[in-house]
């Protein structure tokens, strides 16, 4: 998803087309060298490993070079988990401020945090020994921070601006005062965003109106001799102010050698450096999207009801002030540059420019947004040293590194781990990968009691669909998956499913239906709401004719369902099993048969004209 416009290199090479992950002019290209030794030290699960819980929305995460993963939620609390050989585990909560976190800032060496909160407050953490070591008080509301020294300097050099004016101050953190070291007016307006460049030793800024601005640490002036340009004009700088637009967040790659920028407009912007000239442009607008779902890739396109419900959080998100900045942060070799979408979280190459991976496709229920990247200890040098593939396992082919991706998502009380590994299968289902370290909230557990009373009264076993082209009849699974079956039978007797037509047929896969809207967008369930998935361990898509539920992601249950014509491993943990055809065969398959659009629709329609249920 990127807009088609000429990028300049950073030496001013010939224009490059920078179309977007998916390239729309073929072009001849060599490829990357070593791309797969990198993608070997990147995340590659289709699923989240884990989850863990906060108290309320988290809205900050973030990687410690010390081996430490940091996140923050809206309620100012701050916890602190240790990275593992395989894996995290908690070390310790703080209850930072009394209202929400404004602000995360880790140092580069990782040896130091603070938080910044609507409160004047700043409260600065010694991250290995997990200890608060000092607070400071501030007569001004804080807007950003950056921690803005380098490893080895004397002076724990601390930038705090100033919500209300442009003022930028600067601080010793080990000092103990409150009394800033220098301050200046950087901008015409309020610094929103400051990003330490640690390799050139400069500050990258941007203000509300969307404009940059690099400065020194040291001096406060800007850097000459880190730099290629001389004045602005020679640079891409003002684009962002040109499009109208902000910056909504900012991450400078490891080599120092270029930045990423995401903004309201739904554009991810990656310059270079030294000669502030814009690399690539990816758009990720509402409207690329819908034309992606339009062209039927299968790398992009979704399930028509999920789409719609994606769409609609998207739109909830841009009305949200609240809502967790989404960012671009680059993996250790600045090859690639990882954010999340509306689709998934995207692993994009910077030099081929093509979608390497997409994590997290498949969690419908989850809109990431802030991200993290954990590559393992940068000082380790037994790592460093391996220059080939097997760079992330050593001798006894264990693996030295556990590459892990941290997030946030929309109104979730959750973090969630994306690493090499798809999350395990346990016997026992309250040990999944959704960590219950909290109490969940209020509404979860009304949810809770509300959906997942089973029924006491007796469920029919058995029905008979009677469609335009016959009749199907079924065996149901009232035991194994009370839940479902209750809905469905209940929605039959009613006759909510009367007259609806075979919306979507796909041959040699299934025939689904349930829609009242007819689209692949409608319908509910008895209870108005959605409810959970009923796995059970008897109960596959290992056989043709197998009735299943139609979903946009787990735990998302309502009334639309599909019938099976082949055996569909696939689908198995992901829609619930809740009967069988044993009668009718030919008729499923006569449905299957029907001719379809391009969108899997019949052309002439079936429908269910009736459903019978024997009497309880």
Known sequence: MAEERGIATENDEEPMIGPGPVAARPRHKRPLQFEQAFLDALPSAHMYEKSYMHRDVVTHVAVSAAEFFITGSADGHLKFWKKKAVGIEFAKHFRSHLGPIEGLAVSVDGLLCCTISNDHSVKIYDVVNYDMMYMMRLPYIPGSVEWVYKQGDVKAKLAISDRNSSSVHIYDARAGSNEPLMSKEIHMGPVKIMKFNHVHDVVISADAKGVLEYWSPTTLQFPENSVKFKFKTETNLFDIAKSKTTVSALEVSLDGSQFAITSPDRRIRVFWFKTGKLRRIYDESL??????????????????????????????????????????????????????????????????????????????????????????????????????????????????????????????????????????????????????????????????????????????????????????????????????????????????????????????????????????????????????????????????????????????????????????????????????????????????????????????????????????
């Open 287 to 616: 409207e690329v999207a819908q034309d992606l779902q339009r062209n039927d890739s299968p790398l992009y396109r979704l399930e028509a009801i999920d789409f719609g419900r994606r769409m609609a959080v998207e739109k909830e998100i841009e009305k949200t002030e609240s809502a967790p900045q989404p960012n671009a942060v680059f993996d250790d070799s600045s090859n690639f540059i990882i954010y999340a979408t509306l689709l998934g979280i995207k692993i994009v190459n910077l030099y081929t420019n093509k979608v390497a991976r997409i994590l997290g496709k498949v969690e419908n229920n989850d809109r990431f947004l802030t991200i993290a990247l954990y590559q393992g200890d940068k000082n380790n040098k037994k790592v460093r040293k391996i220059p080939s593939a097997a760079a992330n396992v050593n001798e006894n082919k264990e693996p030295l590194t556990d590459p892990t991706l941290l997030c946030c998502a929309f109104k979730k009380h959750r973090i969630y781990l994306f690493s090499q590994r798809e999350p395990e299968e346990p016997e026992d289902s309250t040990k999944g990968r959704d960590v219950f370290n909290e109490k969940p909230p209020p509404e979860e557990l009304l949810a809770v009691s509300d959906i997942g009373k089973v029924v006491t009264t007796s469920l029919p076993d058995n029905l008979v669909l009677h469609t335009s082209l016959g009749d199907i009849h079924t065996k149901l699974y009232p035991e194994e998956c009370p839940k479902t079956v209750e809905n469905f039978t209940t929605h039959c007797k009613n006759g909510y499913y009367d007259n609806l037509i075979f919306h979507r047929v796909i041959k040699g896969f299934m025939i689904q239906t349930g829609d009242p809207l007819g689209d692949g967008t409608g319908g509910q369930s008895i209870w108005g709401r959605e409810f959970e998935d009923e796995f059970h361990k008897s109960l596959r898509h290992d056989r043709p004719f197998t009735l299943s539920m139609a979903n946009a992601g787990p735990n998302t249950n309502g009334s639309q369902f599909f019938i099976t014509t082949v055996a569909t491993p696939w689908l198995d943990n992901k829609h619930t099993v809740f009967g069988r055809v044993v009668k009718g065969m030919d008729v499923v398959q006569g449905i299957e048969k029907v001719k379809t659009d391009k969108n899997d629709r019949p052309y002439q329609d079936v429908k269910i004209l009736n459903v019978t249920v024997p009497k309880s």
